[in-house]
């Protein structure tokens, strides 16, 4: 696991928008799996500005992202559609029959999670997978105690992730109790993963996630069972990691190619 810790959530963002340009530069159809919420928002914006000023091109691309919430319609002001076309897809030149987005309206539910389990089989799997964490160790909205064999599937929130995510609702709002995600499997076969986390309140969980057991009561943790994963991390993210100082001393020394 490559652990990267910045002084601040914009400097890690920068990185780790780095890390997403690195891999649609080394492939010709690059696959990108994408993540929503406030974590990855720097990072969208970095993307935005590197498509506007240095001319990176989302041309080849293809996206799926991680989630949606079920029984929110794509325009909906807080469905993960809306989200991404608004912080993202918008503002770049991927094409519009480029990028999927699990369906959290279709009336077969069980049917399209199925069906979006073989668009990405169809297009090879995930190159590039960006994740983010919650507070009590989910990854996409794979929750505590689910099964690390999962797949894309209807999944029950959490009452803790239910209050993490109601910020981003108004009063009169109720937040999803049900979403559509990525299982824990299908994300592991994505072939690198980069988890971005920012904040004191992330860093239990990331140190759960990096150096504690591998359990189902951490989700993120059995990504230390994947053969390529970068963590960017903010120094409070980091801050209750034990060998933090090992992590900023294997990237000082790593060798120019390994750099991002």
């Not at 963002?13 to 340009?21: F, I, L, M, P, Q």
């Not at 073989?118 to 190159?127: N, W």
């Not at 801050?239 to 294997?250: C, G, Q, R, T």
Request: proline share 5%; with cysteine.
């Amino acid at each position: 696991m490559e652990v990267l810790i910045r002084d601040t959530p914009l400097e890690g963002a920068e990185v780790a928008a780095k890390v997403v340009r690195k891999k649609i530069l080394e492939k010709p159809h690059p696959t990108l799996g994408l993540a929503t919420g406030g974590t990855p928002l720097k990072m969208y914006q970095e993307l935005i500005r590197m498509h506007n000023e240095e001319g990176l091109s989302f041309q080849h691309c293809t996206t799926f992202n991680l989630d949606e919430y079920v029984g929110l319609p794509p325009d909906n002001g807080q469905s993960y559609h809306y989200y991404m076309k608004n912080n993202l897809f918008d503002h770049i030149d991927l094409p519009s029959d480029k990028y999927h987005l699990p369906d959290g309206n279709a009336d077969n539910l069980r049917q399209s999670c199925k069906d979006y389990e073989r668009k990405i089989k169809d297009v090879g799997g995930i190159d590039l997978q960006v994740l983010g964490i919650g507070a009590n160790g989910h990854i996409g909205f794979n929750e505590p105690t689910g099964s690390f064999a999962s797949r894309t599937w209807i999944k029950i929130l959490s009452e803790q992730t239910i209050r993490d995510n109601s910020k981003y609702f108004g009063p009169t709002e109720k937040v999803p109790y049900h979403v559509v995600t990525m299982g824990i499997a299908t994300i592991m076969e994505a072939k690198h993963c980069l988890l971005i986390a920012n904040g004191a309140k992330k860093a239990d969980a990331v140190r759960k996630m990096i150096e504690g057991a591998v359990s189902a009561s951490c989700p993120a943790s059995i990504l230390q069972m994947h053969p390529r994963v970068t963590v960017v991390l903010d120094e409070e993210a980091a801050y209750l990691l034990s060998a933090k100082d090992h992590y900023k001393w294997v990237e000082a020394n790593k060798l120019d190619w390994q750099k991002y």
